[in-house]
């Protein structure tokens, strides 16, 4: 662990210069004092020139891969990976090797093997890598957790939890977008291993024993194209005025998504209306029809979860929802607890057997949260804050998200897609990581192969 100076800000690289690495980065820039990114490796010019403007990095520390940066003197105590998910095992091993800690962005890897494989290696090369889970630190899942610590309603033996993924998120990220095939990552891991990571943090001190799970592709399919429909919303289609998922509505009137959307014309300096209609009517993927894409994720799932000690914990992944949430249902030996996120809504249950409704309820308000707000309602910011502190030496948060810790909710997503996939339940394997061996890793099967 780096015991540096305390005043002297934390200095950081950034490897794959998309927009979660730069919003997570922005905290250099809002805590100078704090944090500083010298670095950046990162193959599109475009990207790359942002990054350096940004944090004003000089040509020589500018870099087009994370081999290119490793290979020179260590110019940092931290990276920031946001590299795509299949490249997070390769280019991880390359940092640690490299004498660098690590934050990284999620899902950890497509296969446990390399999930594995890294925990193995951090512990080799004595660095820290933290899972960038953000819902750990958002005040209402800190809260819940908080309450479960203090026991107040006593052991957990159900839980129940719901990701909504609005019509919206779902069309530009997972039917449009480019996390809308199974080979990148499965929809759940892609989408729902911060809801495992949750379900397993809820849990801490229990293992997960075994996973089935059902889903599907029903929804978004050229067979189910609405009558009127067109390859491309703005070439021909007939409904696109009253389509929900109308590329013109959604990406210029309402403006989502524009970190997404607009990637391929980001090279055109202050793209107008015009600049961008025409890219959706043309070569822009998020100018295609949702029912005429090359989607193959799923967009429903379901999956149930059984603990050593007899607990259990169903998650539902709901797609195409008209209000974006995620809910929460903990039942305890002495009581319960029901949460909405976006609503900002937590509610403690206990039984109490007098006349009237037999119990009595507390209602908690944490924040609102919304994955549009400003770094997934400031979490991106704490996490961020966390990992620094982390490093300088100091006690980790209640929400610290290393990456041992992030192991039990990668397992279920890996688990929950074999049983999806298999149609059987499938048993979670146990690491003990004083003694695992290369070989042993080795012939963990990769779920998504």
Known sequence: MNSSNPQSPLQMVIIGAGHRSLAYAEYALEHPDRARVVAVAEPDPVRRKMAADLHQIPRERQFESCHELTARPKMAQAAINGTMDHLHHATTLQLLEAGYHILLEK????????????????????RVIMVCHVLRYALFYQTIKQLLVDGKIGSIVAMHTSENVSYHHMAAAFIRGKWRRTEANPMLLAKCCHDLDII?????GNRARRVASFGSLMQFKPENAPPGSALRCLDGCRIESSCPYSARANYITQGLWGPYVWHSIEHIPNPTIEDKLHSLRTDNPFGRCVWHCDNDVVDHQTVAIEYENGATVTHNMLCATARPTR????????????????????????????????YDEELISGEQYSDSAKGHGGTDEKIVA?????????????GATRIEDSLAGHQIAYAADEAMRCRRVVEIQQYDFTTISSTESDKIPCHNG
Not at 107 to 126: G, N, W
Not at 337 to 357: C, M, N, Q, T, Y
């Open 200 to 204: 397993a943090w809820m849990m801490q």
């Open 107 to 126: 899902p950890i890897a497509p296969c446990e093997s390399e999930v594995v494989d890294l925990i193995r290696a951090a512990r080799r090369h004595q």
């Open 327 to 358: 809910t929460i249902h903990v039942l305890g030996t002495g009581g319960e607890i029901e949460g909405d996120l976006s609503a900002g809504i937590i509610k403690i249950r206990i039984p109490h057997a007098v006349p009237g409704r037999g």
């Open 386 to 398: 966390d990992f620094v502190n982390l490093i300088a030496g100091n006690p980790a948060a209640l």
